[in-house]
């Protein structure tokens, strides 16, 4: 008597959704590259909170970085801004749409260079304030995380 194979159920985050539910579109950066790896922990770290991808707006500057938010959360919104003032169009976005959450990718011309004035005023203005932001140093590129209010999962 022959027996069925069991099937393994996907393993799902506390909202059910299942990583795949979290990936982007293929890279086209170079292997190596520090923005793929960026992509991945974001990618991780929303699917472990169990934010709904259709409520988070990714943006970005120009350049490389301008490129990251395909690689992840595909079912999420995305804006490339002008070079240098993503952080200004972010905090647009973010008071225009006080539901959504909000992820900023940028790299170094975009924050350290053109758009090092608007980089240092939004974590300044974001470290005072209750927005309740965090901003993560990761090197080249920076990435700025809003926090998620900590909640036990039902």
């Known amino acids: 008597m022959a027996t069925s194979p069991v099937v ?22 170079c292997a190596g590259c520090g923005h793929n790896a960026i992509s991945e922990r974001i990618l991780e770290a929303y699917y472990e ?3 709904q ?3 988070v707006m990714k943006m970005s500057g120009i350049g490389c970085s ?3 938010p395909a690689y ?6 995305s804006f490339n801004s002008v070079h ?26 975009d924050t350290a260079s053109i758009g090092v004035g608007q980089f240092t005023f939004s974590a300044a203005t974001f470290r005072s304030s209750t927005s309740s932001r965090t901003t993560a ?9 809003p926090r998620p209010p900590i909640s036990a999962p039902s």
Do not use: C
């Open 84 to 109: 240098g003032r993503m952080p200004s169009v972010a905090t647009g976005a973010i008071l225009a749409n006080k539901t959504m959450r909000s992820i900023g990718i940028s790299g170094d011309g």
């Open 137 to 145: 140093y990761t090197g080249s590129p920076r990435a700025s995380f």
């Open 8 to 29: 393994p159920t996907p393993k799902t985050n506390p909202i059910g959704l299942e990583i795949l539910d979290y990936r982007g579109g293929k890279s086209t950066l």
């Open 49 to 51: 909170m169990g934010i």
């Open 66 to 68: 301008s490129k990251s």
């Open 53 to 55: 991808p259709e409520t």
């Open 72 to 77: 992840f959360m595909s079912r999420s919104f």
